[in-house]
């Protein structure tokens, strides 16, 4: 999962695997809501891996991975600011 990560701090994301939302890890449990995302940092990332791969094994998420975060803590690539706000043009 932790493939080719260069930040220092990630925010741990997945998709709900009842609704298929983009949910965070907030600490204890998952969350749409992108505020209350733990700030993770590059030596934390085994430990997280680990709570996600058991949160995948009880079927609650899917694809977990790591969003890399600026030094300012705002998602850093385009593909997961996509994936957090959606569609960026109209249909």
């Known amino acids: 999962m932790a493939k080719k ?3 220092d701090f ?4 997945a998709n709900d695997l009842k609704t298929g ?3 965070y890890y907030d600490g ?3 969350s749409s809501k992108i505020e209350k995302a ?3 940092s590059r030596n934390q990332i085994e430990k997280y891996e680990n709570i996600a791969k058991k949160f995948e094994n009880k079927c609650i998420i899917i ?6 975060l600026t030094d300012e803590g ?9 994936r957090y706000k959606g569609l960026t043009i109209k249909i």
């Open 38 to 40: 733990k700030k993770i």
């Open 28 to 30: 204890k449990s998952w």
């Open 21 to 23: 939302c983009v949910v």
């Open 5 to 7: 990560l260069k930040g």
């Open 10 to 13: 990630f925010f741990l994301s």
């Open 74 to 82: 705002k998602i850093k690539k385009l593909r997961d600011i996509i």
């Open 63 to 68: 694809s977990p991975l790591f969003v890399e």
